[in-house]
């Protein structure tokens, strides 16, 4: 299953761990060079949470984003009553 949001649609993106070396000139140094650019992933916090979707309780990967904004309604907890005596 991918890794993306139910609601928002965030999903993994791509980019560049970029290495320097050397020290900046405003510190005194002759500038900073780049040493090696390599590939790197952008995961988006993603949790599976039980929600109500179309009246039903399902189980969706959700982006924490959603939760907070209240994209995601949770089902109602059961009340267990005591057993009568």
């Known amino acids: ?13 791509f980019g560049n761990q970029i290495t320097h070396r050397g020290k900046a ?3 005194g140094g002759v500038g900073t060079k780049v040493t090696g650019i ?3 992933k952008f995961k988006p916090n993603i949790q599976k949470v039980r929600a109500v979707v179309n ?10 984003r959603a939760i907070r904004q209240g994209l995601v309604t ?3 907890r059961r009340k267990y009553s005591k057993p009568a005596a």
Do not use: D, E, H, W
Request: charged residues 30%.
């Open 1 to 13: 299953m991918p890794r993306v949001c139910y609601f928002t649609g965030k999903k993994t993106t």
């Open 25 to 27: 000139k405003y510190l």
């Open 38 to 40: 390599t590939a790197r």
């Open 55 to 64: 009246g039903k309780i399902v189980r969706i990967k959700v982006s924490t």
């Open 74 to 76: 949770k089902p109602v």
